[in-house]
T-cell receptor, first 110, second 114 residues
Framework: SQQGEEDPQALSIQEGENATMNCSYK?????LQWYRQNSGRGLVHLIL?????REKHSGRLRVTLDTSKKSSSLLITASRAADTASYFC??????????FGTGTSLTVIP | DAMVIQNPRYQVTQFGKPVTLSCSQT?????MYWYQQKSSQAPKLLFH???????NEADTPDNFQSRRPNTSFCFLDIRSPGLGDAAMYLC?????????????FGPGTRLTVT
């Protein structure tokens, strides 16, 4: 399977704290993307990082990519209750196919 | 305005009774995807179309078929649904090209098999 793995599986933090989740994958990639999914809904794209990039920022999000370790991390700073969702990484190894990681369920307690 | 639309949002079918799920897009994207997502699991890619070219994943059961009659529409046909096919089915689109772009997802269709 080309599916990646994320850890932790579940994360619970207080509002205002930072949340970090990690994604590991198995094959070489062209890019890696992070998505958010609210319960029972479709996925929303958060950020894309290409294989030649090491770090990317978007608002309160910071993504890093280490291709030598085949891993990525997503940091959400100053979390809010509205950030409560599942977060998935998705890798693209070419051919416009995406494979999702196992996901991290984030709960932000007000 | 909705960009990727899935109908119906909820579908109940009987064991073995064929069912079709539909997806439409207003983004004019080249690529359309179908994913299956079971409870608390990651979306699993079933297949995708790049324009009219169909790309099936190796582990997608033959029970699942797809049609893309034009750029805007894509259908998922489940020929003989089993209890194990109960899931959320997600449609997504992407610009496509030599490098991949972000995907835009519809709200999903939740399929129940009785």
């Amino acid at each position: 399977s080309q599916q990646g793995e994320e850890d932790p599986q579940a994360l619970s933090i207080q509002e205002g704290e930072n949340a970090t989740m990690n994604c590991s994958y198995k094959t070489s990639i062209n890019n890696l993307q992070w998505y958010r999914q609210n319960s029972g809904r479709g996925l929303v794209h958060l950020i894309l990082i290409r294989s030649n990039e090491r770090e990317k920022h978007s608002g309160r999000l910071r993504v890093t990519l280490d291709t030598s370790k085949k891993s990525s991390s997503l940091l959400i700073t100053a979390s809010r209750a509205a950030d409560t969702a599942s977060y998935f990484c998705a890798t693209d190894a070419g051919g416009n196919q995406f494979y999702f990681g196992t996901g991290t369920s984030l709960t932000v307690i007000p | 305005d909705a960009m990727v639309i899935q109908n119906p949002r909820y579908q109940v079918t009987q064991f073995g009774k064929p069912v079709t799920l539909s997806c439409s897009q207003t983004l004019n994207h080249n690529v359309m995807y179908w994913y299956q997502q079971k409870s608390s699991q990651a979306p699993k890619l079933l297949f995708h179309y790049y324009d009219k070219d169909f790309n099936n994943e190796a582990d997608t059961p033959d029970n699942f078929q797809s049609r893309r009659p034009n750029t805007s529409f894509c259908f998922l046909d489940i020929r003989s649904p089993g209890l194990g096919d109960a899931a959320m089915y997600l449609c997504a689109t992407s610009r496509g090209g030599s490098i991949a772009y972000e995907q835009y997802f519809g709200p999903g269709t939740r399929l129940t098999v009785t």
